[in-house]
């Protein structure tokens, strides 16, 4: 099975601020899609951003961007301009074809 | 963006009895749906993977005859939690994938709480 690997449980930034969290996976596929959801308090899970692992781009979503460095299996988040809404849990997820794997998260605090 | 529903949010049942949690994708069809289970604090435990007309395929060590998954049709799924046990108390999360895409979108969870 694939593995999805967050090595930070928690993470705080100042409100305005940019923070990075990070998220490495393990595979033997060239072709897969990763993301990264946010989780607020209400449990709800909200799409953040999505990489196809075929694209060299990075992709960005506003505030959001990914740092994809495929050859390190490395999918990190930076959020710019942190606001007090974006605190929540975070958690990078892998998928190709019937597999989906979630990281453990990070939790994200924003002080005002 | 896309939509998927879950109902019930939150749901009581008495131990012994069964529960059933319906997952709908609205504005897609969804070719794979995915059960989730998620304790306080830890991440999405994926319980199994539905896809529509066949068979759920379920992760080591989840009781396919406990958590029984229908997914009748590509905008439906659905978790029947048998027999349900004190321990069974949990969130329970779907996600669809949407057909034309990758895209996976999460329905809102249901709380099951077995008194």
């Known amino acids: 099975a694939q593995t999805v690997t967050q090595s930070q449980p928690e993470m705080s930034v100042q409100e305005a601020e940019t923070v990075t969290l990070s998220c490495t996976y393990d595979?033997?596929?060239?072709?897969?899609?990763l993301f990264w959801y946010k989780q607020p308090p209400s449990r709800q899970m909200i799409l953040v951003i999505r990489?196809?692992?075929?694209?060299?781009q990075n992709a960005t979503e506003n505030r959001f961007s990914v740092n994809f460095q495929k050859a390190a299996k490395s999918f990190s988040l930076k959020i710019s301009d942190s606001q007090l809404g974006d605190a929540a849990m975070y958690f990078c997820?892998?998928?190709?074809?019937?597999?989906?794997?979630f990281g453990a998260g990070t939790r994200l605090t924003v002080k005002p | 963006g896309a939509v998927v529903s879950q109902h019930p949010s939150r749901v009581i049942c008495k131990s012994g009895t069964s529960v059933k949690i319906e997952c709908r994708s609205l504005?897609?069809?969804?070719?794979?749906m995915f059960w989730y289970r998620q304790f306080p604090k830890q991440s999405l435990m994926l319980m199994a993977t539905?896809?529509?007309?066949?068979?759920?395929?379920?992760e080591q060590g989840v009781e396919k005859d406990k958590f029984l998954i229908n997914h009748a049709s590509l905008t439906l799924s659905t978790l029947t939690v048998t027999s349900a046990h004190p321990e069974d108390s949990s969130f329970y999360i779907c996600?669809?994938?949407?057909?034309?895409?990758?895209?996976?979108?999460f329905g809102e969870g249901s709380w099951l709480t077995v008194v």
């Open positions: 539905s896809n529509e007309g066949s068979k759920a395929t379920y």
């Open positions: 997820a892998y998928t190709r074809n019937n597999d989906m794997r």
């Open positions: 990489q196809e692992a075929y694209k060299q």
């Open positions: 996600s669809a994938r949407e057909f034309r895409g990758n895209t996976i979108y």
């Open positions: 595979t033997s596929e060239s072709d897969y899609y």
């Open positions: 504005d897609f069809q969804a070719t794979t």
